[in-house]
């Protein structure tokens, strides 16, 4: 019985949490100066493995789609879905993956490390509420941090891309370049924009969650800081799968 | 003037493991309370539900008249700020310095200009003796000093109940002396609703007007200071003089075979019951009773010696039974 109504109640208080996020969201005074050190402070951390992270990965996918259209004898369209690949797809995952990974778990270590220092019960006595105070400001701050950085990874994607097909495969810059926009379209970079943004609230909510929850002295905060990334990492592939189906349903694809 | 706490029928459960059952007490305003127990009986637990950070499952606890546990969330941070905490480690904010930390709440909670702040928590950094330190982090400081800067915040508004969760665990014995009669004279000063959970014996001994004990998921007893330290009951009688005779045992309660082992060992006398401690400046507090007051009023003999010294009956004290008896007849 314990089995099954614990994993439902966890779901239950992570939603309850994510609604006293939205119902803490209006309420004044908003903490500018925590929203903008969490920004500086979650952008500090993910910005450079984001970047790092996004050559490779933009390189990958110029190398097997170069080798694909080649086969296919579909060359003049490489860049054309490179772009789309990197913009649609992987500059999501990669945001995804870096804000559960370096931001997620800092917050989540952060939270809970106050949590079992009673900092947190302590705010609550001083009439505090933890969650306008501490988690909204974080929540915003995932959200802005991840919409900026998909942006980050779609350009150093992209210029990945077109260093490995032009420069490495030989493919021409021409090509390559005046393809760009013959299969990708506007919506493409809104939908990822939107799948950033929902990531970001995704992994901070999650992450707050289990912070918050966490007990059992230091090997607790370790364990939730465990659990925090690989729940978001799974919350942030469904989503991911969810968004981009709603994408096929709604815009009409470019023929 | 302190606020009254009353608590009926309160019970608390984690899951299948039930925490204390049917606990009623009333924290009478402007009195020191000690709530004691052996280890893991939810002491904490207690508090943090006094307050409100934890649900019972049943149960009222009322302040003002208010039913704190079906109150809204909103009324309940209102509440809340009648009370001050001080939790077991001070839970300071830890990226915070100490003036900081102090100065927290006023600066969220009232409009006093950054002057008036300023003098209010050099007060009471004053009082609670760090003056100096007001730059440190929480993390550069030891345990019985975050402790007191925990007390000077859980102070700054001036709160009706201040609630302390083992404010000894981790002092030494003259540290805690000092933050002993530091309550006093607090008690004294602004007549506020003390509750003091541990499980020092000697600290229980002579700082509270009421004792309460929790044993075996329930409230054994609560009561006048003098009542519980004359009792004769056999799980009062164990915890507060500190013996191992007695229903109590190394995890939780005595089997059958053990209390029979017992059976036949006789019990050492009650110790005296000490003096309370008084205000260091001799000026008595409102709360304060005449020694042996309850006693006599219930007809009760207290145990020869008692009321002639703050040390008395303290394990470990040699006691001059003999020169108290000569003294009392």
Not at chain 1, 116 to 137: C, F, K, N, T, W
Not at chain 2, 15 to 35: C, F, H, R, Y
Not at chain 2, 165 to 174: A, H, I, K
Not at chain 2, 219 to 246: C, D, H, I, K, Y
């Amino acid at each position: 019985m314990n089995l099954l109504t614990s994993p439902i109640k966890q779901a239950g208080a992570l939603f309850a949490l994510a609604l006293d996020v939205l119902r803490a969201l209006p309420k004044r005074p908003f903490q500018t100066k925590e929203f903008i050190q969490q920004c500086w402070f979650i952008a500090s951390v993910t910005i450079v493995p984001t970047a790092l992270v996004s050559i490779p990965f933009g390189a990958v996918i110029a190398l097997q789609l170069g080798t694909l259209t080649r086969q296919l004898g579909a060359q003049s369209f490489t860049g054309a879905a490179s772009v789309l690949a990197v913009v649609r797809e992987a500059s999501p995952i990669v945001t995804a993956l870096l804000i559960a990974g370096a931001g997620g778990s800092a917050i989540c270590a952060d939270l809970g490390s106050r949590k079992i220092r009673e900092e947190i019960d302590a705010m609550e006595v001083l009439g505090i509420s933890p969650i306008q105070r501490l988690v909204v400001p974080r929540v915003l701050a995932a959200m802005l941090v991840s919409l900026l950085l998909n942006g980050l990874v779609s350009v150093v994607g992209v210029a990945g891309g077109y260093f490995f097909n032009v420069v490495i495969q030989g493919g021409t810059p021409g090509a390559y370049l005046a393809s760009f926009t013959a299969l990708a379209q506007l919506a493409d970079l809104w939908t990822s924009e939107i799948k950033a943004v929902l990531f970001g609230m995704v992994a901070a909510i999650v992450a707050s969650y289990k912070g918050l929850t966490a007990g059992g002295g230091p090997k607790g905060v370790g364990d939730a800081v465990n659990q925090a990334v690989v729940i978001t990492f799974m919350l942030l592939f469904v989503i991911n799968f969810v968004v981009s189906a709603i994408y096929f349903q709604v815009v009409p694809q470019k023929v | 003037m302190g606020v009254s706490i009353e608590v009926r029928g309160l019970t608390k459960s984690f899951g299948s493991q039930k925490i204390w059952n049917d606990v009623t007490l009333t924290l009478p305003a402007g009195e020191i309370s000690v709530m004691l127990g052996p280890s893991g009986t939810g002491k904490s637990v207690f508090l943090k539900t006094l307050v409100g950070l934890l649900k019972p499952d049943e149960g009222q606890i009322i302040i003002e008249g208010q039913d704190l546990v079906t109150l809204k969330e909103g009324d309940l941070y209102e509440v809340r700020k009648l009370f001050g905490v001080l939790f077991q480690d001070g839970a300071l904010f830890g990226s915070m310095n100490l003036y900081d930390n102090v100065a927290f709440p006023l600066r969220e909670h009232t409009r006093k200009s950054e002057s008036d702040i300023r003098n209010i928590v050099l007060e009471k950094m004053d009082l609670v003796g760090l003056s100096g330190a007001e730059d440190k982090l929480p993390g550069e400081i030891s345990g019985g000093m975050r402790k007191r800067a925990g007390l000077a915040r859980a102070l700054v508004l001036d709160p009706e109940i201040l609630l302390i969760d083992e404010p000894d665990s981790g002092l030494d014995p003259v540290r805690t002396s000092y933050i002993n009669q530091l309550f006093i004279d607090l008690n004294a000063q602004i007549d506020a609703t003390f509750l003091i959970v541990t499980h020092d014996i000697n600290s229980t001994r002579t700082v509270p007007d009421n004792i309460g004990l929790l044993y075996h998921k329930h409230l054994a007893m609560f009561g006048p200071r003098e009542m519980l330290l004359s009792s004769e009951e056999p799980v009062v009688r164990q915890f507060l003089n500190a013996q191992t005779v007695g229903p109590i045992g190394m995890s939780e309660e005595k089997d059958a075979d053990e209390l029979a082992a017992e059976s036949g060992k006789e019990l050492p006398p009650l110790p005296p019951i000490p003096l309370q401690l008084g205000t260091s400046d001799g000026t008595p507090r409102r709360a304060e009773k005449p020694a042996g007051e309850w006693c006599r009023a219930n007809g009760i003999v207290p145990p020869p010696g008692s009321f002639l010294s703050g040390n008395a009956g303290v394990p470990g004290v040699p006691q001059n039974v003999e020169a108290g008896r000569a003294a009392l007849s």
